[in-house]
């Protein structure tokens, strides 16, 4: 990612961050309307789960910069993801769902330039956590 576009991606967030219980919503809704089987992976309370879906991503995107330092941490993540039984194929649904849920609440400012970068944080988070499950299944 460049400058630019963290730069974007930060920007368009804070946007949501002042509704991010009501995204966290539309963004489950949209999850389980593309792939209904997600449902039974979610064993607790949706609105706690919102909750800490959007301060994690809060997290990362405020450290777009100098991910070095929250690496560890997305990387427990990505291995707390495996055992839960996510799978690498399955950030992709996630990103469509949550992709869509910023257009929904954006409107025109999510522009293509917008959308690219954050295919490209997305892309880089989740490459993040993938990695280190199967690091751990290596490792296994
Ligand atoms: C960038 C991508 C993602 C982020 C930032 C994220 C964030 C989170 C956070 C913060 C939690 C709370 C529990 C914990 O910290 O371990 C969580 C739980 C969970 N996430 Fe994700 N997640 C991501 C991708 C995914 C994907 C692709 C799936 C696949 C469907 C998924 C499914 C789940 C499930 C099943 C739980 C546990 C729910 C429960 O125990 O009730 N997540 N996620």
Same mark, same amino acid.
């Given at each position: 990612? #460049?400058?630019? $576009?963290?730069?974007?991606?930060?920007?368009?967030?804070?946007? %949501?961050?002042?509704?991010?219980?009501?995204?966290? @919503?539309?963004?489950?809704?949209?999850?389980?309307?593309?792939?209904?089987?997600?449902?039974?992976?979610?064993?607790?309370?949706?609105?706690? $789960?919102?909750?800490?879906?959007?301060?994690?991503?809060?997290?990362? !995107?405020?450290?777009?910069? #100098?991910?070095?330092?929250?690496?560890?941490?997305? $990387?427990?993540?990505?291995?707390?993801?495996?055992?839960?039984? !996510?799978?690498?194929?399955?950030? $992709?649904? !996630?990103? @469509?769902?949550?992709?869509?849920?910023?257009?929904?609440?954006?409107?025109?400012?999510?522009?293509?330039?917008?959308?690219?970068?954050? %295919?490209?944080?997305?892309?880089?988070?989740?490459?993040?956590?993938?990695?280190?499950?199967?690091?751990?299944?290596?490792?296994?």
């Amino acid at each position: 990612m #460049n400058t630019q $576009q963290i730069e974007l991606v930060q920007a368009s967030f804070e946007k %949501v961050r002042p509704i991010a219980d009501q995204a966290a @919503e539309s963004f489950y809704q949209r999850l389980f309307e593309i792939a209904p089987h997600y449902r039974s992976l979610f064993k607790h309370d949706m609105k706690k $789960q919102g909750a800490m879906l959007m301060s994690t991503l809060g997290l990362a !995107v405020g450290s777009l910069k #100098n991910l070095e330092k929250i690496l560890p941490a997305v $990387q427990a993540l990505g291995r707390r993801h495996a055992e839960y039984g !996510v799978t690498a194929e399955d950030y $992709q649904p !996630v990103a @469509e769902a949550f992709l869509w849920t910023l257009e929904h609440y954006l409107g025109e400012a999510f522009t293509p330039d917008l959308k690219e970068a954050w %295919v490209a944080a997305y892309t880089t988070l989740a490459g993040a956590m993938i990695e280190s499950a199967e690091t751990e299944a290596i490792l296994i």
